[in-house]
């Protein structure tokens, strides 16, 4: 069975575009102009995964994440901006977004992103990480606390029921997020280059250039600390980040 898709976006040349594009690529597609329609077709035939413009007229592409969200609703959801701030793109994460893409865009880079979120809609099974290294293999197995859970810093994850909790306080995660703090915390106390980590979570390396992986380690960090509690995930200049309790 093709893998859905629900495209909301109101400028009608990249509606028909992407549309056209995503259908020679094998995904099933439906394609609506604004966030009123692609919440009317998200609660009628839920998708695999939602591509949303944000700035659309009436409901935009941030309201739509917010309701489903808000219905407890975890379809991956790949945003479509044209802000290129900072603080713009943490607003679409802060939504509810699972990942993003700026325009003006190339097309295998949307390709690559979309396999990447639907890759991780897979059940984690006995023994596996949900698809990282083939299993197994991973640096630090000292955090690996069965085939549901690991722990490192103070930090616990169910993979099965993809909850995460710092001490006694339970982290609201997107699924980007989650992976992104899976891998660090079974790889605790080592440095993982920015390609690494690109590779394993969104499967394509984005370049130097790309601020993707920053933004994300910023959000996680405001969701992770605490008031007078050591920082958790540190950055090693030039090279990436480490999990570790100082």
């Not at 629900?6 to 604004?34: M, P, Q």
């Not at 190339?106 to 639907?118: I, M």
């Not at 698809?131 to 955090?143: A, K």
């Not at 915390?185 to 250039?209: E, K």
């Amino acid at each position: 069975m093709p893998q859905t898709v629900l495209l909301a976006e109101d400028d009608r040349a990249i509606r028909h575009a992407l549309e056209r594009a995503l259908t020679l690529e094998g995904y099933e597609v439906t394609a609506v102009a604004d966030g009123v329609e692609a919440l009317a077709h998200a609660h009628r035939t839920p998708p695999d995964i939602l591509l949303l413009d944000v700035m659309m007229p009436g409901i935009d592409g941030l309201q739509v994440c917010r309701v489903l969200r808000a219905e407890g609703d975890r379809t991956p959801i790949l945003m479509l901006t044209a802000l290129v701030e900072t603080a713009d793109r943490i607003a679409g994460l802060d939504a509810g977004a699972d990942d993003y893409v700026v325009k003006p865009f190339d097309v295998e880079e949307v390709f690559a992103r979309l396999r990447a979120l639907l890759r991780r809609t897979t059940p984690v099974t006995a023994g596996g990480n949900g698809g990282g290294n083939g299993g197994g293999t991973d640096p630090v197995r000292d955090t690996q606390v069965n085939d549901r859970q690991v722990e490192a810093a103070g930090l616990r994850m169910d993979l099965q029921a993809r909850r995460a909790w710092r001490g006694k306080r339970e982290l609201e995660l997107t699924r980007t997020e989650f992976e992104l703090l899976e891998l660090l915390v079974r790889n605790a106390g080592i440095v993982l280059d920015h390609s690494t980590i690109y590779d394993r979570i969104w499967g394509y390396d984005f370049g130097p250039g790309s601020k993707n992986l920053a933004v994300y380690v910023g959000y996680l960090r405001r969701k992770l600390d605490e008031p007078g509690a050591p920082q958790l995930i540190h950055t090693v200049r030039g090279v990436g980040y480490v999990l570790r309790e100082d």
